[in-house]
C-alpha cells in the first residue's frame, strides 16, 4: 500500500490545518488508519487513529477536543482536521495503516505501512 500525505504548511498559533492522506494498493476500508507525528530531537508521537468502518477513534490527550480524525473509504482519504494549533504542535505528520489489525493502537510498530510524511509548522 502507498500512504500520500498532504496538507502541511506554516500556520499562526490558534489557527487551522487540514491533513488529508490518500491511500492505494489494497482494500483501504479493511484497514485502520492513523496519524503520527516526529517533532526534532524528539521520539515519533501517536496523535489519532481510526478504525476502518470509521466508527471509532482515538486520540492523543495532547490534541483531544482540537484535532478530529476522519476518513471517506469511496475516495480512499483519511483526514486530521487540525484547530487550536500551538507551536508545539509543531512536526512532521506521518499518515499510518496497520494492514487490517482488530483494534485501534497508540503502538507505532502495529502500523504496517507509513507515508512520506508532511511538515506542519505553527509560529507563535
Known amino acids: 500500500v502507498q500512504l500520500q500525505a498532504s496538507g502541511g504548511g506554516l500556520v499562526q498559533a490558534g489557527g487551522s490545518l487540514r491533513l488529508s492522506c490518500l491511500a492505494s494498493?489494497?482494500?483501504?476500508?479493511?484497514?485502520?488508519m492513523g496519524w503520527f507525528r516526529q517533532a526534532p530531537g524528539k521520539e515519533r508521537e501517536f496523535v489519532a487513529a481510526i478504525s476502518g468502518s470509521g466508527g471509532l477513534t482515538l486520540y492523543a490527550d495532547s490534541v483531544k477536543g482540537r484535532f478530529t480524525i476522519s476518513r471517506d473509504n469511496a475516495k480512499n482519504t483519511v483526514y486530521l482536521q487540525m484547530n487550536n494549533l500551538k507551536p508545539e504542535d509543531t512536526a512532521v505528520y506521518y499518515c499510518v495503516a496497520d494492514g487490517g489489525r482488530m483494534g485501534l493502537t497508540r503502538t507505532p510498530k502495529l502500523y504496517d505501512y507509513w507515508g512520506q510524511g508532511t511538515q506542519v509548522t505553527v509560529s507563535s
Open positions: 494498493g489494497r482494500t483501504f476500508s479493511r484497514d485502520n
